[in-house]
């Protein structure tokens, strides 16, 4: 392979350590980079990625306070703000599996681990850098959601750079997906599959069972995909949808507790085991998962007050069964605490939140404490604060403190 010209790249380094910093930067100084842009946090990060374009992101995976690697990560991925033409490099002192799973979910281009030679360093960037250059055309087209574009661009990238084949084949297949071509997506994963064993390849063949609404052939392919690569995580995830669609939520829930167990930093994942949970009335596993979610969305672009108010839920239909354990009062005062903090500004949310306050006052047989809750409500009620309780509310309210709700 030719010497890479990274003169004309730019570049964004990410790294809250002083010391790694001037390291790497120096590094890539040598390699020939002459556009560096420095951020220490993830949030300057995508102010920087917001205003500029850039041919390389080296990140740390830990960032001190704030957003961590993986989360600067999912965000940028989820609203799109670095092109497919950009090639990203994830750096970490960790080993962990489940920093490398929760990594690896959201796709970097690679990552790297500390420490590492200079020389290490620059083999990996001529590699992926100029695999990105070949892949040029493509990505544009992608960029642009162009997929017949991206398709053709692809063949002729597979005649110039034969080593580039399954690249190419991937994004072909995902591109026919994308088109809803189904039928196309399909032969091709299978074609694939017949020369080479790949697991993006086996997945697509299960995706594609899957939007053909074939899901006794999807989830057949989803389990063999398990089977082979059990850290292909996201195949849990599928395998749970058609569980669900089948009827079998218990089944559906087995599936993410599995999948959790191997990437427990999926916030969307914490949000699906929740909600099947819920389905089930299993509030103890609904809780545990909301819980991890609340936690999780400190930093995650998925922040939403529904992940909080469905954990108050949770705790407040445990003690439908009695007086909560001090652990989960703890737990309800934490995120009652967060959710004030963050989305105090919706009637709707307002009421929720009083309704579960009164739920965990009247388990504890504090009837006193429920009674002035409910009076704080209505006087928010009469200011347009807070959504007044339903019909049924009002029942057990009315029950409960020998008096009507008005």
Request: glycine share 4%; net charge neutral; charged share 25%.
């Amino acid at each position: 392979m030719a010497k890479q010209d990274f003169s004309k790249k730019k570049a964004l380094l990410i790294e809250d350590m002083a010391e790694a910093r001037i390291m790497q930067k120096k590094m890539l100084s040598d390699f020939g980079f002459e556009s560096i842009h420095i951020a220490m946090k993830a949030e300057s990060a995508i102010e920087l990625m917001k205003s500029h374009s850039f041919d390389l992101i080296l990140s740390d995976y830990n960032l001190g306070n704030g957003k961590d690697g993986q989360q600067l990560l999912e965000e940028v991925r989820h609203t799109k703000l670095i092109p497919h033409t950009a090639t990203y490099l994830m750096v970490t002192a960790e080993t962990s599996i489940e920093m490398v799973m929760g990594a690896i979910e959201y796709q970097p281009d690679g990552y790297i681990t500390k420490p590492f030679s200079q020389a290490l360093l620059q083999r990996r960037l001529s590699k992926l850098l100029d695999t990105k250059e070949r892949l040029y055309d493509v990505n544009i087209a992608l960029d642009k959601m162009d997929y017949e574009g991206a398709i053709s661009a692809a063949k002729l990238v597979i005649e110039k750079y034969p080593s580039l084949i399954g690249r190419c084949e991937r994004i072909i297949g995902e591109s026919f997906l994308e088109m809803e071509a189904y039928d196309k997506a399909l032969l091709l994963f299978n074609n694939t599959l017949k020369n080479r064993k790949m697991p993006w390849a086996l997945f697509g063949k299960a995706k594609s069972y899957f939007l053909m609404d074939q899901l006794d052939k999807a989830e057949q392919c989803f389990r063999q995909l398990m089977f082979d690569n059990r850290f292909f995580v996201s195949a849990y995830d599928w395998l749970a949808k058609i569980q669900r669609l089948q009827g079998n939520a218990t089944e559906a829930q087995a599936t993410l507790l599995e999948a959790i167990g191997r990437s427990p930093k999926n916030i969307l994942r914490q949000v699906e085991l929740g909600n099947v949970s819920f389905s089930l009335h299993d509030f103890i596993t609904a809780e545990m998962a909301f819980r991890r979610a609340v936690f999780l969305a400190k930093h995650s672009c998925y922040n939403t007050p529904e992940i909080y108010l469905k954990h108050l839920e949770s705790l407040a239909r445990i003690s439908d069964s009695g007086p909560l354990l001090s652990r989960y009062k703890d737990n309800f005062r934490s995120t009652l605490k967060k959710i004030h903090a963050l989305f105090s500004d919706n009637p709707s949310n307002t009421g929720k939140i009083f309704s579960y306050e009164i739920d965990l006052y009247l388990a504890d047989q504090d009837t006193a404490s429920a009674h002035k809750t409910l009076e704080i409500w209505l006087n928010q009620v009469d200011t347009g604060n807070a959504f007044p309780p339903t019909e049924q509310q009002s029942v057990i309210y009315a029950k409960a403190f020998g008096e009507s709700v008005e």
